[in-house]
């Protein structure tokens, strides 16, 4: 079986991502020569050419993007086994929670306070991520458990629980054409600028990019954009604003994530202490 060295599989990440040797280089703190190098070696020992090179351009070839895909799972993996063993040595180190600024539906209060009455109950840090990379940070190890939206969300590699379920608002400006309806439909916003979350690519990639609900509102504020969220991210809702239910839109979900491997008690004992006001209501 051919072996690939985790520098070697970070070298071939960096220049997947940047497809330009200068830019990975640099990102890399290595010489431009020195990634050609290894980026030829790895192609090598793996019989199959891995990008499409000429002087103005760089490419991935299906082998390529194979790798990226699988790569970057396999990194993720060295690392958060990394940061597991390093937190596990630690019998008082906290639980670590990521989520995005206000995306907690207002749950968040009660999970903390259900958690401290456990036995095991330890200090809990809040980490909170951009709004897109909630997923990488439980993937890598950097946190423990996550809130996070689905189907926004990337899950893919995560176990997770439902603790909250809403439909989503159109957030218009008070004088706008749907401010005074008490519902519309997905197709009455054909035709209005939508925004997309940084980091994630819109339909034809001219989408205007926010990087927070805070931003967003402030430009439906003022009439560049109307937004779709769910309820919860904007109450109460800001003054100069209208939230509209969007009948037809997929509710959301907001989610208790961890890695799907990550068996440890810690995070076992949070998450049976989320879960403990559903099983009680049902």
């Not at 095991?120 to 996550?146: H, K, M, T, W």
């Not at 940084?198 to 967003?216: C, F, H, L």
């Not at 009948?247 to 076992?268: H, K, M, T």
Request: hydrophobic share 45%; charged share 25%; with cysteine.
């Amino acid at each position: 079986m051919v072996e690939l060295e985790t520098r070697e599989l970070e070298y071939f990440i960096a220049l997947a991502e940047e497809l330009h040797f200068g830019r990975a280089a640099v990102r890399l703190s290595i010489a431009q020569p020195a990634l050609s190098k290894a980026i030829r070696r790895v192609e090598t020992r793996l019989g199959v050419p891995l990008f499409i090179r000429s002087s103005r351009h760089v490419e991935l070839t299906p082998a390529g993007k194979a790798l990226q895909e699988h790569g970057r799972h396999a990194l993720n993996a060295v690392s958060a086994a990394v940061r597991h063993a390093q937190h596990a040595g630690d019998t008082q180190a906290p639980l670590r929670l990521v989520l995005k600024s206000g995306g907690d539906a207002g749950l968040l209060s009660g999970l903390l306070a259900e958690y401290a009455n456990q036995s095991d109950a330890r200090q809990v840090d809040i980490l909170f991520s951009g709004p897109a990379d909630r997923a990488d940070f439980l993937l890598d190890g950097r946190a423990d458990v996550g809130l996070l939206y689905a189907p926004f969300d990337d899950l893919d590699g995560l176990a997770h629980e439902t603790l909250h379920t809403e439909d989503r608002v159109a957030v218009v400006p008070a004088g706008h054409r749907l401010a005074g309806r008490t519902s519309v439909r997905m197709a009455d916003l054909e035709g209005e600028v939508l925004p997309r979350w940084q980091g994630i690519p819109g339909k034809d990639g001219t989408d205007p990019e926010i990087a927070s609900v805070v931003q967003m509102l402030q430009l439906v504020a003022v009439g560049r954009m109307i937004g779709m969220l769910p309820r919860s991210l904007v109450e109460p809702v800001p003054a100069g604003l209208v939230c509209v239910p969007v009948a037809d839109a997929p509710p959301i979900r907001l989610v208790l994530a961890r890695a799907e491997q990550d068996r440890r008690p810690l995070v076992a004992s949070f998450v049976a202490a989320a879960l403990r006001p559903l099983r009680d209501k049902a």
